[in-house]
């Protein structure tokens, strides 16, 4: 409420100091103690009887910040494409020369990225033309940070199986304990003690810091994300957004 009654008074301001009983003041000449009193009861009076003015005013600083986050993220992710769309060390489902990729920032513990996953798994089994880039961003805990390791290190010793073993973390619910993870590196083909050998290699914990840092860049704060297209959409969305965001894309 103050700051806003702040941003007001920069409008109502100038008539404030027209209102009778209420001095002008030259714009280089300090206001007096009774002259801040008397604008301020002006300003005060107004929004108490036009209650509506906060409300517009409300709606308009929002409005105004999601466009300039808008415009911020766009022109992060045109920046910072190749290492969005091509990192070599970012794995890669669905048509590796697609026409359209997406980019998915997830975490293993994300109840969002979970509900999300059927949709993108949808989307790739009813579109050959999808190239799909996972990018590992192990926020919520230390749990995350051993399922993304494993999961790179899936990447590194069994490529072609690490999009059914990212299925199978992502069905797994509550605890992300290493031996629930083996067992479904083991589930779906995997010798876990080659994962387990292949987890530490320093080249994956560069890759999530890599991708820690590009979700800062991009102002990505949370889990999943995804950049369709080259448009950045924070947030799970169903498949038919998706496949919307697609046709836009394909659409130039």
């Avoid at 999300?116 to 940070?145: C, H, M, W, Y």
């Avoid at 899936?154 to 619910?173: Q, S």
């Avoid at 102002?219 to 919307?244: K, N």
């Amino acid at each position: 409420m103050r700051l806003l009654s702040k941003v007001l008074a920069c409008g109502l301001i100038t008539a404030a100091v027209m209102v009778p009983g209420v001095h002008p003041v030259l714009a280089a000449e300090p206001m007096t103690d009774a002259q801040k009193r008397e604008v301020e009861k002006v300003i005060h009076d107004y929004i108490m009887a036009h209650p509506e003015v906060m409300i517009d005013a409300l709606r308009g600083y929002q409005e105004r910040q999601r466009q300039s986050a808008e415009k911020d993220a766009k022109q992060a992710v045109a920046a910072n494409l190749d290492a969005i769309e091509r990192d070599p060390a970012s794995p890669v489902a669905g048509n590796p020369n697609g026409d359209v990729t997406i980019v998915e920032f997830f975490d293993y513990h994300c109840g969002y990225c979970k509900k999300a996953a059927p949709a993108v798994q949808e989307l790739l089994k009813t579109d050959p033309n999808i190239r799909l880039v996972f990018k590992e961003f192990p926020i919520l805990g230390d749990e995350s940070v051993q399922a993304a390791h494993y999961a790179l290190a899936a990447w590194k010793v069994a490529p072609g199986k690490y999009m059914p073993f990212h299925v199978a973390l992502m069905e797994i619910r509550g605890s992300l304990s290493e031996s629930r993870i083996l067992d479904a590196a083991k589930s779906v083909g995997i010798d876990p003690a080659k994962l387990k050998a292949a987890k530490d290699d320093p080249a994956i914990g560069s890759a999530i810091e890599q991708t820690l840092i590009l979700a800062r860049t991009l102002q990505v704060s949370g889990t999943p994300a995804f950049v369709i297209g080259g448009q950045l959409v924070p947030g799970a969305i169903d498949v038919e957004a998706m496949r919307d965001m697609v046709k836009t894309a394909r659409d130039g």
